[in-house]
Every structure is written in C-alpha cells, then in structure tokens.
C-alpha cells in the first residue's frame, strides 16, 4: 500500500514538456475537445496503459482525477492566447492545497481566492461528481468498460458523450436563458412580469422556442433536488460576497414561481423542481468562471462518478452492454426501388 501512494505521489502531475508539446501545440475553443485529446495522448505515456486489472485502473483513474484540473485551466489558457490574443500565464498546483483551491489559483492571474470561493466551488464539484448509471455520460462509461477497452479510451468516451448541450450543457442554458430574460423584463424583482415572460418561453415564444424553463425539473426528484437545496445557501452567501444579491433574489423568485406556470401548461402531474443546474451557471459566473469552461467543470467533478462505475463493471460484470432496440413504427410494406417515387 505505501508503494502504491508513493507511486500515485510521483504521478500527480503531467508529463514533462505535455503542456507545451500537446496542450499548447493546438489550441481549440472547444476546451472538451482539448481536454478529451489529452487524455487519450496520456495513454502513450502509460507503459501499463491496456492493463485493465483492477489495482491498475484503480492507479490510473486516481491519476485522471487528478491532472483533470490542469487539463482545463492549462486547455483554457491556450485557448484565451492563442485564439483570444490575450496574455499568457501558467500557474503550477500547489499540492497543499484542495482541487478548488488550485482550480482558483491556475485559472487566476494573481492566484488569489477567497475561502468562500474555495468553499463553494468545492461544494459544486461534490455535487456534481455523481449521479448514478442513468446518466449518459456514466453509461457510457458503463458500456465502454464492458468492451475490454482501456481507461484513456472509456475516459476520453464519457468525455465526448458529456460535452452534447442536451448532457453537460444544461448550465449554459440556464445562464443563456438569464441572459434573455435581464433583456426582456423592466423588473427582475417584480414577479408578475417575470411569470409573464416565463409563460411566453413555456408558450415558445421567446428565448430559443424549445417551451422550457432550463434548470427546472428531474427525471427524478419532483419534490426537491436535494443537491440544489444544500447548493442555495451558499449560494446566497457568495452573492451577498460579490454583490450579486439582485441575480439572487431574481433566481430565488423564479425558483418559486416557475414550478406552478410548468405544472398549469404543461398539466404535468408529478412535481416540478430546481435542479442543481439552476444554480450552478450563477455561481460559475459569480466566480469569473469563464463560460467556455462550465462543461468541463461538470467533467472534473464528474471523471470520479465515472471511475467509481468503471470499478464496479470491471468487479462485478465480465460480459459486453448490448442496448436492445425495439422498433416502435408501424409495420410497412417493402417497396422496390424501382417502384419508389
């Protein structure tokens, strides 16, 4: 066992030159596609990359966990040089600190950060980092696994799947949608014009047309989203830090009100709830988290869901995931090219 930490102590950090030679050498705006790019070129540096046995994969999901961090304050910094022209900074992990600590501190030119920043981002990621096999990030993790493949690759798999909008991009609706409605409503605090513009969305006939209120409601919570409810509070404490209680108070009101206007249009018969996404843009934004990486936060928190669930199938399952299909249209006649109109 202390040959093991001792191992994982020496790994914690990137290979030697990687993030000049890998991250630096193609800077894209889309940091989940960076992000996913390094892990796979992780794997040429890993003389046990293919071995699935479990101590192994144990070692390397520890190792992802944490070089995660680095891949996207280092993803971004290449990115806001050289495409946004702006100037260059790299900040190396201090290994005293938490992973919130040193997200602050790499992503910020002066390293600064408050306790409560720390605190709270903190908390975002532990809320974030799991949210059992249903999920379709986690079951690709799942599936990926059940082929023999090896972690870089299910890793760089669970990456792909959480970067669509509909998965991991659910906070960058919320803060999008906030966005629309500041523009369109005269009093953020008066909750009548609120409920009318929100109507309008449910009505699809403002913001993106889709008749959805993004950061409400689950698949399964319906009465409260036990990660939102502990996430407010401290929540509320950061806004009243950055002076932000005005973007609280208008969350706040549409947190309430939003449930009663879905149920009424949408005579929905189970409950309607936040969701911890609801939330989550505001803190990212009240922290000066850039927009581009609200994803990948989700992936830092969420790569430790995903290597709990790669354990498990590697301990419990030795047989490949094959989805069954059942067709759902209604029988057709086969018809013949040359008979086709």
């Given at each position: 066992?202390?040959?093991?930490?001792?191992?994982?102590?020496?790994?914690?950090?990137?290979?030697?030159?990687?993030?000049?030679?890998?991250?630096?050498?193609?800077?894209?705006?889309?940091?989940?596609?960076?992000?996913?790019?390094?892990?796979?070129?992780?794997?040429?540096?890993?003389?046990?990359?293919?071995?699935?046995?479990?101590?192994?994969?144990?070692?390397?999901?520890?190792?992802?966990?944490?070089?995660?961090?680095?891949?996207?304050?280092?993803?971004?910094?290449?990115?806001?040089?050289?495409?946004?022209?702006?100037?260059?900074?790299?900040?190396?992990?201090?290994?005293?600190?938490?992973?919130?600590?040193?997200?602050?501190?790499?992503?910020?030119?002066?390293?600064?950060?408050?306790?409560?920043?720390?605190?709270?981002?903190?908390?975002?990621?532990?809320?974030?980092?799991?949210?059992?096999?249903?999920?379709?990030?986690?079951?690709?993790?799942?599936?990926?696994?059940?082929?023999?493949?090896?972690?870089?690759?299910?890793?760089?798999?669970?990456?792909?799947?959480?970067?669509?909008?509909?998965?991991?991009?659910?906070?960058?609706?919320?803060?999008?949608?906030?966005d629309d409605i500041r523009k369109h409503v005269d009093d953020l605090e008066d909750e009548k014009e609120l409920?009318?513009?929100?109507?309008?969305?449910?009505?699809?006939?403002?913001?993106?047309?889709?008749?959805?209120?993004?950061?409400?409601?689950?698949?399964?919570?319906?009465?409260?989203?036990?990660?939102?409810?502990?996430?407010?509070?401290?929540?509320?404490?950061?806004?009243?830090?950055?002076?932000?209680?005005?973007?609280?108070?208008?969350?706040?009101?549409?947190?309430?009100?939003?449930?009663?206007?879905?149920?009424?249009?949408?005579?929905?018969?189970?409950?309607?709830?936040?969701?911890?996404?609801?939330?989550?843009?505001?803190?990212?934004?009240?922290?000066?988290?850039?927009?581009e990486l609200y994803t990948p936060f989700f992936a830092i928190a969420r790569i430790v869901g995903w290597s709990?669930?790669?354990?498990?199938?590697?301990?419990?399952?030795?047989?490949?995931?094959?989805?069954?299909?059942?067709?759902?249209?209604?029988?057709?006649?086969?018809?013949?090219?040359?008979?086709?109109?």
């Open positions: 066992m202390e040959e093991f930490k001792q191992h994982l102590a020496e790994e914690r950090k990137l290979p030697s030159t990687f993030t000049r030679d890998i991250i630096m050498k193609a800077a894209s705006k889309d940091i989940m596609n960076s992000m996913t790019r390094s892990v796979l070129f992780l794997s040429s540096y890993d003389k046990k990359a293919m071995d699935n046995s479990i101590p192994n994969v144990m070692r390397q999901c520890i190792y992802l966990i944490s070089v995660f961090p680095m891949l996207t304050a280092y993803s971004y910094h290449s990115y806001n040089h050289y495409i946004n022209d702006e100037s260059m900074y790299i900040h190396r992990p201090d290994p005293r600190l938490s992973t919130a600590e040193n997200i602050l501190r790499m992503l910020r030119p002066d390293k600064s950060y408050t306790y409560l920043e720390a605190t709270v981002l903190d908390l975002a990621l532990v809320l974030h980092m799991e949210h059992g096999g249903g999920n379709n990030s986690t079951f690709t993790t799942r599936v990926t696994t059940s082929s023999g493949s090896d972690t870089y690759a299910v890793i760089a798999a669970a990456m792909s799947s959480l970067k669509g909008p509909k998965h991991g991009g659910a906070n960058l609706k919320v803060m999008d949608m906030m409920a009318k513009y929100l109507n309008r969305i449910l009505d699809k006939k403002a913001f993106d047309h889709q008749g959805l209120i993004y950061g409400m409601g689950h698949a399964i919570y319906t009465i409260s989203d036990p990660r939102a409810e502990v996430f407010k509070s401290f929540v509320e404490k950061l806004a009243v830090e950055k002076h932000r209680q005005a973007d609280f108070r208008m969350y706040s009101i549409i947190e309430r009100i939003a449930p009663e206007l879905i149920m009424a249009k949408k005579k929905n018969k189970n409950g309607v709830c936040a969701n911890v996404d609801f939330y989550s843009g505001l803190v990212y934004d009240m922290l000066d988290i850039p927009r709990a669930h790669r354990m498990e199938e590697l301990i419990t399952s030795n047989k490949i995931l094959r989805p069954a299909y059942v067709n759902t249209l209604d029988e057709r006649e086969y018809v013949s090219l040359e008979d086709r109109e």
